[in-house]
């Protein structure tokens, strides 16, 4: 992962403890579980996953 990415996270964590939309411990299990999921042997398969997604987000015309 990039900084830039922690930021952009870290910014929408903010946000969503913010205005409600999640609580504190929330973002803490949710981060810890994707800790523990990175380290699984799926992990890779899911960042590739993602990343083909984000590459098909960059292509689309608004």
Request: with cysteine; aromatic share 12%; charged share 10%.
């Given at each position: 992962?990039?900084?830039?990415?922690?930021?952009?996270?870290?910014?929408?964590c903010?946000?969503?403890?913010?205005?409600?939309v999640?609580?504190?411990?929330?973002?803490?299990?949710?981060?810890?579980?994707?800790?523990?999921?990175?380290?699984?042997?799926?992990?890779?398969?899911?960042g590739?996953?993602?990343?083909?997604?984000?590459?098909?987000?960059?292509?689309?015309?608004v």
């Amino acid at each position: 992962m990039t900084i830039s990415v922690i930021i952009a996270l870290s910014i929408i964590c903010a946000a969503c403890i913010k205005f409600g939309v999640m609580k504190v411990w929330h973002i803490l299990l949710a981060g810890s579980l994707g800790f523990y999921l990175a380290d699984s042997s799926i992990g890779p398969v899911i960042g590739g996953w993602l990343g083909r997604f984000f590459e098909w987000v960059g292509t689309l015309k608004v």
